[in-house]
Nanobody
Framework: QVQLVESGGGLVQAGGSLRLSCAAS????????MGWFRQAPGKEREFVAA????????RYGDSVKGRFTVSRDYAKNTVYLQMNNLKPEDTAVYYC????????????????WGQGTQVTVSS
């Protein structure tokens, strides 16, 4: 199994930046794609970004393109989500997830999930 632990969330003013981290352990050989999703109260879980572990190919949700960057650190078994120019609509719980089979924006394609970290952006 894969264990994922997110960190780095918090309160930030609009226009500010945060970097989220997701530390992975366990069956890292199944870590084909690491994804970031977010969910605000009363809303569906939304795709944010994803990166393939080996090649580092990335994709982003339309709402964050140009503002967020996903990356990974092999030595630390960690993926990051650098969030710049944050907006109040970015407020959500952010989840790290792993897919062993694909490179998808659909949450149903992901096998393991972290506990989430709260990001709140004030205006």
């Amino acid at each position: 199994q894969v264990q994922l632990v997110e960190s780095g969330g918090g309160l930030v003013q609009a226009g500010g930046s945060l970097r989220l981290s997701c530390a992975a352990s366990g069956r890292t050989f199944n870590r084909y794609t690491m994804g970031w999703f977010r969910q605000a109260p009363g809303k569906e879980r939304e795709f944010v970004a994803a990166i393939t572990w080996i090649a580092g190919s990335t994709r982003y949700g339309d709402s964050v393109k140009g503002r967020f960057t996903v990356s990974r650190d092999y030595a630390k078994n960690t993926v990051y989500l650098q969030m710049n120019n944050l907006k109040p609509e970015d407020t959500a719980v952010y989840y790290c997830a792993v897919s062993s089979t694909g490179f998808s924006s659909g949450p149903y394609e992901y096998d393991y999930w972290g506990q989430g970290t709260q990001v709140t952006v004030s205006s």
